[in-house]
């Protein structure tokens, strides 16, 4: 098991930045891929960013490319997205999860609407 919890989010206007953090306890976290997913409300939950086990792969909507970095510090146990020029459509609770790897987690989502190991989120609000 894993667990993940994150933290950083909060109240920010339109062209500001935030840095979110998920703390990973449990199964030894540098076996794990992690990624950030958001929901919106009304909205289905979506992927944002991912990186590898190893930090050498990543992924990023389109939506965020150029503006926001995932990143690992495997021997704080801890992912970090760092959000930047934030829009009010980024609104959303946003969420940190694991998985064996980026391809897994993704297609869990997709196929089963759920994820792996995921935790309790963090709510981002962009005013304009």
């Known amino acids: 098991q894993v667990q993940l919890v994150e933290s950083g989010g909060g109240l920010v206007q339109a062209g500001g930045s935030l840095r979110l953090s998920c703390a990973a306890s449990?199964?030894?976290?540098?076996?794990?891929?992690m990624g950030w997913f958001r929901r919106a409300p009304g909205k289905e939950r979506e992927a944002v960013a991912a990186i590898s086990w190893s930090g050498g792969g990543t992924y990023y909507a389109d939506s965020v490319k150029g503006r926001f970095t995932i990143s690992r510090d495997n021997a704080k146990n801890t992912v970090y997205l760092q959000m930047n020029s934030l829009k009010p459509e980024d609104t959303a609770v946003y969420y940190c999860?694991?998985?064996?790897?980026?391809?897994?987690?993704?297609?869990?989502?997709?196929?089963?609407?759920?994820?792996?190991?995921w935790g309790q989120g963090t709510q981002v609000t962009v005013s304009s």
């Open positions: 449990g199964r030894s976290f540098s076996n794990y891929a």
């Open positions: 999860a694991a998985d064996l790897t980026i391809a897994t987690m993704m297609d869990t989502l997709k196929r089963e609407g759920r994820l792996n190991y």
